[in-house]
Nanobody, 121 residues
Framework: VQLQASGGGLVQAGGTLRLSCAAS????????MAWYRQAPGKQRELIAA???????YYAESVKGRFTISRDNAKNTVYLQMNSLKPEDTAVYYC????????????????WGQGTLVTVSS
């Protein structure tokens, strides 16, 4: 499975961005999908996940501002980011898992290359 993330960029505080991550290859085995981020000097953190049944999970830091969704027909997961803050600046990674639910780094089997989001104040 290969993952191609896109949609990052520079945005002012309060702005919006939409990240996309398209999967290709052995996509029949994909179930849970997620977005992680890693800010400079910090550990990679799970910010949003969606199960094979489309249940969602959000980290407290993004709850109410970010929305994760998936289009199974396109094998793509999205992250709509609204009301962006400077502290949202990070490299964002998409990840997919064979299992139906996944909430830990080690649950995920494949990772995208990362896309940089920079939020200016």
């Amino acid at each position: 499975v290969q993952l191609q993330a896109s949609g990052g960029g520079l945005v002012q505080a309060g702005g919006t961005l939409r990240l996309s991550c398209a999967a290709s290859g052995s996509i029949f085995s994909i179930n849970a999908m997620a977005w992680y981020r890693q800010a400079p000097g910090k550990q990679r953190e799970l910010i949003a996940a969606v199960t094979s049944g489309s249940s969602t999970y959000y980290a407290e830091s993004v709850k109410g501002r970010f929305t994760i969704s998936r289009d199974n027909a396109k094998n793509t997961v999205y992250l709509q980011m609204n009301s962006l803050k400077p502290e949202d600046t990070a490299v964002y990674y998409c990840a997919v898992a064979h299992r139906s639910e996944a909430y830990y780094n080690y649950d995920y089997d494949y990772w995208g290359q990362g896309t940089l989001v920079t939020v200016s104040s």
